[in-house]
């Protein structure tokens, strides 16, 4: 299984990026995909989630109305668009796939992991 996240950049605050994840498999034989970033010196915060049948999606405090989970079923590619973007954003943000054991806010707790992307806010 590979996850290969795409769509990172540098941008001013204010500013949009959509960070996209290209799965090696059908995203739908997994119950939920999220997206995670880390800055270094710190854990890597949860930031969405989507139950890949059930399109349903769970959104951290921080980037709720400002950013979007989705998915493309006919493509295997998560997504995540980021609007109003701010120096906070900044980080390296990676796509995770398959809950194991544990709540969509658990890094843990998922089985399969991309190699990142990182998104700049200046």
């Known amino acids: 299984v590979q996850l290969v996240e795409s769509g990172g950049g540098s941008v001013q605050a204010g500013g949009s990026l959509r960070l996209s994840c290209a799965a090696s498999t059908d995203i739908k034989s997994w119950n939920f995909m999220g997206w995670f970033r880390q800055v270094p010196g710190r854990e890597r915060e949860a930031v969405a989630s989507?139950?890949?049948?059930?399109?349903?999606?769970t959104y951290a405090g921080s980037v709720k109305g400002r950013f979007t989970i989705s998915q493309d079923n006919a493509k295997n590619t998560l997504y995540l668009q980021m609007n109003n973007l701010k120096p906070e954003d900044t980080a390296m943000y990676y796509c995770?796939?398959?809950?194991?054991?544990?709540?969509?806010?658990?890094?843990?707790?998922?089985?399969?992991w991309g190699q990142g992307t990182q998104v700049t806010v200046s």
């Open positions: 995770a796939a398959e809950i194991r054991d544990g709540t969509w806010r658990n890094a843990g707790a998922y089985r399969y």
């Open positions: 989507i139950h890949t049948r059930a399109g349903s999606t």
